[in-house]
């Protein structure tokens, strides 16, 4: 099957992207959340490519570009969240010079969708600290950069909750004095 090579349609940008950076379509399905065979059928353009804005984002996310790029794009199904956490462990990968593909081969198969939809806005930032400390760790964080994110992200939920910060600063000091100690030792 011949395929256009003039880098508009998307199938081919996908194609193009995998080709450019090894990246097996087992790999990529997993990533995205969907079947090999979906993949294939896209890239064959044996179905029409996706219009559904979550798989379109997932894409996105993996290829590193603005999900607008691809011409079925829409307007979002789902709230997408602007959270100044997501945006530091993406600075973090650029800082580093992590592709988000390397950064996603880094977990295992089964987390690689959740880690695409955490940055793509669609989750937060976890507030489980283990799940945190894997993603620090990923990134070569040290233990405080790692106490310094889940502390954020606990008073964001907090906050967001109803709790008044500077009303029970007593309290919340009290608290990550404690967490701060345990994750310390």
């Known amino acids: ?12 940008k996908v194609a193009d992207f995998l080709e450019k950076n090894s990246l097996h379509k087992k790999d990529f399905a997993e990533m995205i959340g969907v079947t090999l065979s979906y993949v294939y059928n896209l890239i064959d353009e044996t179905i029409p490519f996706s219009t559904r804005s979550t798989t379109l984002e997932r894409i996105a996310v993996v290829m590193e570009i603005e999900p607008e790029e691809f011409e079925e794009y829409k307007i979002p199904q789902e709230p997408i969240l602007k959270d100044e956490t997501i945006e530091l462990l993406k600075s973090m990968l650029h800082d580093k010079k992590m592709s988000v593909v390397n950064f996603l081969k880094a977990f295992p198969r089964k987390k690689r969708v959740e880690i695409v939809d955490m940055l793509r806005g669609a989750y937060p930032v976890p507030i489980d600290f283990k799940e945190l400390s894997m993603i620090g760790q990923i990134l070569e964080l040290d233990k405080n950069d790692i106490y310094n994110i889940w502390e954020e992200r606990i008073k964001q939920v ?11 600063a007593a309290l919340i000091n009290s608290m990550f004095e404690c967490a701060r100690k345990y994750i310390d030792t």
């Open 158 to 168: 907090l906050e967001t909750n109803g709790m008044n910060l500077n009303n029970n």
């Open 1 to 12: 099957m011949k395929h256009e090579l003039t880098g508009e349609k998307s199938s081919q």
